[in-house]
T-cell receptor
Framework: GAVVSQHPSRVICKSGTSVKIECRSL??????MFWYRQFPKQSLMLMAT?????????EQGVEKDKFLINHASLTLSTLTVTSAHPEDSSFYIC??????????????FGPGTRLTVL | AQTVTQSQPEMSVQEAETVTLSCTYD???????LFWYKQPPSRQMILVIR??????QNATENRFSVNFQKAAKSFSLKISDSQLGDAAMYFC???????????FGTGTRLQVFP
């Protein structure tokens, strides 16, 4: 199998606080994980690519100091939304690449985390 | 820049019937991959089917098949014998070979009526 989990599934926080979201590959090692953001009734937009043991690569327009990504092990990547504001409220989805190279790549997605900032 | 377009925001189909979801994309590259993902109400993205651009044969997975027209840059998904559990958002996605980035279309909401 290829199962990816996310925790928490839902989080509500106050404006100005930081929130950490975990993404785990449960039955495979993932050297590369991805973080997406999905606004209501919209598509998924890639925020950043997370590589184990190195710095994440952020997409244009994504603030790396606001969305901190850590990929400390082959099964865990974390996304921390720092000083969250209401406009950060969204659905955050991670995925993990199973496979050693791009051609064998299939991305398996986590169930997502609903973030609401009050 | 590569783009993916799904021109049907919503589609509906009767149970046991067949429905086709459209997807077009724009790229100047020749080596890439195309995907259809399903997002049910649980929001869990599930890979439905995948097509390598270098393959002429259309991919099939049980009741799901694609019509891949490379020259027309079209990649439609056909769902045969539709089931109630097929109701979901369906996203078409593109990935250039030797890259990681998936580019998604805006999605098509499929309703299945009994």
């Amino acid at each position: 199998g290829a199962v990816v989990s996310q925790h928490p599934s839902r989080v509500i926080c106050k404006s100005g606080t930081s929130v950490k979201i975990e993404c785990r590959s449960l039955d495979f090692q993932a050297t590369t994980m991805f973080w997406y953001r999905q606004f209501p009734k919209q598509s998924l937009m890639l925020m950043a690519t997370s590589n184990e043991g190195s710095k994440a690569t952020y997409e244009q327009g994504v603030e790396k100091d606001k969305f901190l990504i850590n990929h400390a092990s082959l099964t865990l990547s974390t996304l921390t939304v720092t000083s969250a504001h209401p406009e950060d409220s969204s659905f955050y989805i991670c995925s993990a690449r199973k496979g050693a190279g791009f051609s064998s790549d299939t991305q398996y997605f986590g169930p997502g985390t609903r973030l609401t900032v009050l | 820049a590569q783009t993916v377009t799904q021109s049907q925001p919503e589609m509906s189909v009767q149970e046991a019937e067949t429905v086709t979801l459209s997807c077009t994309y724009d790229t100047s590259e020749s080596d890439y991959y195309l995907f259809w993902y399903k997002q049910p109400p649980s929001r869990q993205m599930i890979l439905v089917i995948r097509q390598e651009a270098y393959k002429q044969q259309n991919a099939t997975e049980n009741r799901f098949s694609v019509n891949f027209q490379k020259a027309a840059k079209s990649f439609s998904l056909k769902i045969s014998d539709s089931q109630l559990g097929d109701a979901a958002m369906y996203f078409c996605a593109y990935r250039l070979d030797n890259t990681d980035k998936l580019i998604f279309g805006t999605g098509t909401r499929l309703q299945v009526f009994p």
